[in-house]
C-alpha cells in the first residue's frame, strides 16, 4: 500500500449530504474485474450529461480542480454499497483525503485499505475548510498524517482524530495480510477450540 | 472490555466467541466462519491473492454464487454484455483455480448470496460472516453476527480466515404490540429508519427485539437486518429462538444429529442478558405502523401511504429545504402532495429485502384475480432458484403471469441496474429493494420503496396506494 505522511493540494468542496457510493461510482461501472482506471468514471452521474460531456459547473470539472487531492463534504459521506470501487474511483481520480462531519462504517475503513485518509471533523470544521477550499487554486491545504493536523492556507492548525491502527498502517504502507498472517498459531489455535466443533464445511452437503 | 461475569449483549457474545487476539489498541483479529463471495467484489481480491501466491485458507467455509450481474431472463443464452460475462467466467475461474464451492449459473440453488446463504444452511446462528456487500446484515437475522466488507477485507478472509475489527457499540431497536393488516416487516424497517436516519446507526450494531419482532417468521426478520445498513449499521441481527431453530433444521449445509442438539445449546445461550447495556435504544409501537413507502432519494425519506410529501417550507434550517427541493425536483414530485394515486411505470418485487417464498406469497395474495395496468411493466425477481421452483409448485408463477407479471430467473437484477433490468429516465417505480439513491435503478430513475405487497397493489392499480384498499376486511 502507498504510504501516506503529509500532503499539500488543493481541496475540492462538494457540500451534499449523504453521498452514497452508488453517487461515488454507479453500478453499471463495477464491471471490472481491476482496481485500476476508475477514475475517469468518479462521480459520472453529476458529472457527466447524458451525452457524456462534462457539466461545466460541477466541481471536479471546474480548472481550479481537476487536481484536487483532497475532498470535502457533508455528513454521512459513502453511505450505502460496500463497493471499493469507491476509494478506488477516487485513488484514481487523485483523491488522497477525503474530510466530511461523519463518514459511513465500510466506507471508512475501505479508504484506510487503500491509502486514503479519511477524516471526520465537526460540521463548523467542514464548513470551514469548504469556504478555504472555495478559495480555488491558490488556497492549498496541508493534511499531515504524522501530526494529525491540518494546516489551512492561512497557516493555522486544525487538529483531527485518527485510529492509531491505522495511523500506523498509512503512515508505514503496511500491508495487513502479511501482519496477520505472522499471527497463524493463533489463528489454528482459535480453529482448535472444542466449542467450534459443531461447525459444518461448506464442501459438501451435510446427511 | 467486559469482564465475563458483567451481563453482555448478543452481540457481546458472539464477538467475544470471536476474537483470536485483540492488539493494544483494541483492535481484534476476528475470526470468520463464513465468508460468501459474488462476482462483482471478488476479482480483484483473487487477483492480490493470485499476485502473492497465497491460496484460500479455508474453502470449506467459504462459498461463491453470481448474483449482481447474471441476466435473469433466459439462462439458456448467451451473456449478452460483454463485461458481466467476463465477471462471472472470472469467478467461476477463480472458484476453480482456488477450490471454491460454488453454485453455477445453472443450477437451481443459485440466487442472491444472502437468500442462498440462510436457504441452504450455510448461514448458522452464532457465527460471524462476511460477504463483500453490504447487505450482508441480512444473515443476522439468524442470530448471527454478520456484516458487508471491502475488497481488500475479502482477499484478508480469503487468505487469513480473519479480520481486523474494532467492537461497535451497541443499539437496541424494540418495537412492541401487533402490527395491523398490511403492515409487514418492511414498513416496521421503514419506519425504523425514518425514525433513526440513514447515519443513525454509524458505529453501531442493531439488536432488533421485541414482541413484535418476535412474532415474525424468518423471512420478515432478515428483511429487517437487511437493511441495518440503510439505518447507517453494519449488522443487525436478532437472537435466535424456536422460530429460528425450525428453519435451520434440515437445511442442505447444516448440521445434523448430535451435531445440531451439540449446536442449539450453544445457540441457546445466544441472548443478550438481562441489564445488558446499549449505548443507544430506540423504541417503536408496532400498532402505529402503517403501510409505509419513501418518497425520496434517500432511504430515510419515509411517509406512509396516507401522508404527504414534506414541502422545502416546513424545514427547519436552510440546508434541508434545499435538500427536500432538489429532491421533490428529481423525484416529479410536488411539496406537500399525496403519493397515493401518483402513476407509476414500473413495479419490482425482488432483492435480497423481499424476494422470499414469503414475500411472494403476499405479493401474490393482492395480484389473484387481478390484472397489471397496461402501461406499467411489473416482474417479479425471485431470490432463488429454489424460490422460483417453490413458487411454481405453489401456482404463484402463474398467478403473476396471468395478470400480466414478467417471472424472472434469479438475481439482483433491477435492484442495482448492473444487468439489463433498469429503468428509463425519469420513470416512476414501485420497488421492494432496499436503495432509492439517484440513479440506483437506473440514471434518472425514481424509486419508491415499499413491501411487496403495496408493490403488487402498484402493480394492479397503476398508482401507488395503500394496500388496504385492496385487502378484505382490512378496514
Ligand atoms: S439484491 Fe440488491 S441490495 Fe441485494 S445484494 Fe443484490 S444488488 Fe445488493
Known amino acids: 500500500m502507498e504510504k501516506f505522511t503529509r500532503l499539500t493540494t488543493v481541496a475540492a468542496p462538494l457540500p451534499q449530504e449523504n453521498i452514497d457510493t452508488d453517487q461515488i461510482i454507479p453500478a453499471r461501472f463495477l464491471k471490472t474485474i481491476q482496481r485500476t482506471g476508475l477514475g475517469k468514471h468518479l462521480f459520472a452521474d453529476q458529472r457527466y450529461d447524458e451525452q457524456g460531456n462534462e457539466k461545466p459547473d460541477f466541481v471536479l470539472n471546474k480548472p481550479a480542480y481537476r487536481k484536487a487531492g483532497i475532498l470535502i463534504t457533508l455528513d454521512n459521506l459513502g453511505c450505502g454499497s460496500s463497493r471499493e470501487h469507491a476509494p478506488w474511483a477516487l485513488q484514481d481520480f487523485g483523491i488522497r483525503c477525503v474530510i466530511a462531519p461523519s463518514i459511513a462504517d465500510i466506507f471508512h475503513s475501505n479508504c484506510f485499505k487503500n491509502g486514503l485518509l479519511p477524516i471526520r471533523l465537526p460540521l463548523e470544521i467542514c464548513e470551514t475548510l469548504m469556504d478555504d477550499a472555495r478559495q480555488g487554486e491558490n488556497a492549498r491545504l496541508t493534511v499531515d498524517l504524522e501530526k494529525q493536523q491540518i494546516v489551512r492556507p492561512d497557516g493555522e492548525t486544525i487538529p483531527f482524530d485518527v485510529d492509531p491502527f491505522w495511523r500506523h498502517n498509512l503512515l508505514e504502507g503496511l500491508d495487513n495480510i502479511s501482519q496477520t498472517l505472522l499471527r497463524e498459531g493463533e489463528i489454528e489455535q482459535f480453529e482448535q477450540r472444542a466449542n467450534r466443533a459443531w461447525i459444518p464445511s461448506t464442501q459438501g452437503e451435510n446427511s | ?475
Open chain 2, 1 to 475: 472490555m467486559h469482564k465475563p461475569s458483567s451481563p453482555r449483549t448478543l452481540y457481546d457474545k458472539i464477538w467475544d466467541d470471536h476474537v483470536v487476539l485483540t492488539l493494544e489498541d483494541g483492535t481484534c483479529l476476528l475470526y470468520i466462519d463464513r465468508h460468501l463471495l459474488h462476482e462483482v467484489t471478488s476479482p480483484q481480491a483473487f487477483e492480490g491473492l493470485r499476485a502473492a501466491g497465497r491460496p484460500v485458507r479455508r474453502p470449506g467455509a467459504t462459498f461463491a454464487v453470481a448474483d449482481h450481474n447474471v441476466p435473469t431472463s433466459d439462462r439458456s443464452l448467451p451473456i449478452e454484455d460483454q463485461q458481466s460475462r467476463l465477471q462471472i467466467e472470472t469467478l467461476e475461474r477463480n472458484v476453480e483455480e482456488f477450490g471454491v464451492p460454488y453454485f453455477p449459473l445453472l443450477s437451481r440453488k443459485q440466487g442472491i448470496a444472502h437468500v442462498v446463504g440462510p436457504e441452504q444452511g450455510i448461514s448458522l446462528p452464532g457465527m460471524t460472516i462476511v460477504c463483500g456487500d453490504s447487505h450482508t446484515s441480512t444473515h443476522g437475522a439468524l442470530g448471527s453476527l454478520a456484516f458487508g466488507i471491502g475488497t481488500s477485507e475479502v482477499e484478508h478472509v480469503l487468505a487469513t480466515q480473519t479480520l481486523l475489527q474494532k467492537r461497535a457499540k451497541n443499539m437496541l431497536v424494540r418495537v412492541e404490540g401487533q402490527i395491523g393488516p398490511g403492515v409487514t416487516a418492511k414498513d416496521i424497517m421503514l419506519a425504523i429508519i425514518g425514525r433513526t436516519g440513514t447515519a443513525g446507526g454509524t458505529g453501531y450494531v442493531i439488536e432488533y427485539a421485541g414482541s413484535a419482532v418476535r412474532a415474525l417468521d424468518m423471512a420478515g426478520r432478515m428483511t429487517l437486518c437487511n437493511m441495518s445498513i440503510e439505518a447507517g449499521a453494519r449488522a443487525g441481527m436478532v437472537a435466535p429462538d424456536e422460530t429460528t431453530f425450525a428453519y435451520v433444521k434440515g437445511r442442505s449445509y447444516a448440521p445434523k444429529g448430535e451435531a445440531f442438539e451439540q449446536a442449539v445449546a450453544y445457540w441457546q445461550s445466544l441472548r443478550s442478558d438481562d441489564g445488558a447495556h446499549y449505548d443507544k435504544e430506540v423504541f417503536l409501537d408496532a400498532a402505529e405502523i402503517k403501510p409505509s413507502l419513501t418518497w425520496g432519494t434517500s432511504p430515510e425519506d419515509v411517509m406512509s401511504i396516507d401522508g404527504r410529501v414534506p414541502s422545502p417550507d416546513e424545514a427547519t434550517d436552510s440546508a434541508r429545504a434545499e435538500r427536500i427541493r432538489r429532491t421533490l425536483s428529481y423525484m416529479g414530485l410536488e411539496a406537500g402532495q399525496k403519493l397515493a394515486g401518483t402513476p407509476v411505470d414500473a413495479v419490482f418485487i425482488g432483492s435480497c429485502t423481499n424476494s422470499r417464498i414469503e414475500d411472494l406469497r403476499a405479493a401474490a395474495a393482492i395480484v389473484q384475480n387481478r390484472k397489471v395496468v397496461p402501461s406499467v411493466r411489473a416482474m417479479v425477481v425471485p431470490g432463488s432458484g429454489l424460490v422460483r421452483q417453490q413458487a411454481e409448485a405453489e401456482g404463484l408463477d402463474k398467478i403473476f403471469r396471468d395478470a400480466g407479471f414478467e417471472w424472472r430467473e434469479a438475481g439482483c437484477s433491477m435492484c442495482l441496474g448492473m444487468n439489463p433490468d433498469k429503468l428509463e429516465t425519469q420513470q416512476r417505480c414501485a420497488s421492494t429493494s432496499n436503495r432509492n439513491f439517484e440513479g440506483r435503478q437506473g440514471p434518472q430513475g425514481r424509486t419508491h420503496l415499499c413491501s411487496p405487497s403495496m408493490a403488487a397493489a402498484a402493480a394492479v392499480t397503476g398508482t401507488l396506494c395503500d394496500v388496504r384498499e385492496l385487502m378484505e376486511g382490512a378496514r
